[in-house]
């Protein structure tokens, strides 16, 4: 990003005053922590900022981060009502109030024969949040009710569009698209660095260590750039709590979810040339592991998406006697567009839905995308 682009970056934002910040349905570890570190950054400018992500749930080895608890799954009170008093010798002794039942009745007394109707104006054009800054959300739609339901306000509120994901549809007024970038932290790393790197504390450090932690798994995946490495060695000298994050990240798995990932490896299979693998967990599964969906993610990330030849991964899974598929592309392929018959929910490179087929169907469909 250019110092040009980092300023008009930097100007909006100071023009803001609440701005909301968002992420799309499917929460990474990187997003969860860039978004904390948006907000602690933003609390420093003095503004009041606020994380809400569709359906949101903190996954329990996050819980860590310093105002974790704080981001919301949905927005409340989107919209702001302006009453305004236009008379020159009103004074809030003026006025007082009265509840009645569902009813709250202001009284204005100013003393003033010249005070009328004519000097009350009510506005309702304004929102609480004057700015939006959405995090790896390749289009609006990721985001679920959260755009379906407020689409008004996402067209009239200004929109800073993060990402490193080439599949990302510069929705915004100000589009920062890194595709070198191995994760938003880093972007958002980059950014502070090119404003003043004074910003960046001890806590906003270990935000973003976290991130780029989680999203390279732990600085493994092959396109790891040397960039990158200087990125981590700078937050950890900034004061990042590097033992912690890999404490909470990697080292509090419980045996319960262990167990699930030992189910799943026995059950894994692929085809001929290991490029499609996938594996069925059943309702006894979960019952004999305590484990549950959420659990399921880790599976995809952290233990299939190790093996270096797969492309494809698919999990089959029955909760509630309903059978659902989650199929995860690790080549950015748009796979909601080729299950949408489906209706599936998701993005592109990751999705689940229902369905009521044979799982052979599912695996036949995804071997002709490699």
Request: glycine share 2%.
């Amino acid at each position: 990003m250019s110092r040009n682009q980092n300023q008009q970056l930097y100007e909006m934002i100071q023009q803001s005053t609440n701005p909301l910040i968002t992420f799309k349905k499917e929460a990474t570890g990187d997003v969860i922590a860039s978004s904390l570190a948006l907000a602690k950054l933003f609390k420093k400018w003095g503004l009041s900022s606020e994380i809400v992500s569709p359906n949101f749930k903190l996954p329990d080895n996050y819980k860590f981060l310093p105002e974790a608890s704080n981001i919301k799954n949905q927005v409340t009170n989107l919209k702001k009502v302006t009453i305004t008093l236009d008379h020159p010798n009103l004074k809030p002794h003026h006025i007082d109030h009265q509840e009645n039942e569902n009813q709250l009745h202001l009284h204005i007394n100013p003393n003033d024969p010249t005070f009328s109707k004519e000097n009350i104006h009510i506005d309702d054009s304004n929102y609480k949040h004057d700015l939006i800054i959405a995090l790896n959300t390749p289009d609006l739609s990721a985001l679920d009710h959260l755009y379906e339901e407020n689409t008004e306000f996402f067209y009239h509120v200004p929109i800073i569009n993060i990402d490193y994901s080439p599949e990302n549809e510069h929705y915004g007024h100000i589009n920062l698209i890194n595709i070198t970038a191995t994760s938003i932290s880093e972007i958002v790393y980059d950014f502070i660095e090119n404003i003043d790197s004074v910003l960046l504390d001890e806590q906003i450090a270990t935000h973003l260590l976290t991130g780029m932690i989680e999203k390279t798994k732990s600085f493994k995946i092959p396109t790891i750039t040397p960039k990158s490495l200087n990125v981590a060695s700078q937050l950890m000298a900034a004061g990042a709590e590097r033992d912690n994050i890999i404490k909470n990240l990697y080292q509090t798995r419980s045996v319960n979810t262990l167990r699930l990932w030992g189910k799943t490896l026995l059950k894994l299979e692929t085809d001929p040339y290991q490029k499609v693998a996938w594996a069925e967990i059943t309702e006894e599964d979960f019952r004999e592991t305590n484990s549950s969906e959420k659990d399921l993610a880790g599976i995809m990330d952290e233990l299939i998406g190790n093996i270096p030849t797969i492309e494809m991964t698919l999990i089959f899974f029955t909760t509630n006697n309903q059978k659902y598929s989650i199929v995860k592309s690790e080549k950015g392929l748009d796979l909601k567009n080729h299950f949408i018959n489906f209706n599936p929910e998701g993005h592109k490179s990751l999705i689940k839905f229902p369905f009521s087929s044979h799982n052979q169907t599912i695996i036949d469909s995804i071997k002709q995308l490699v």
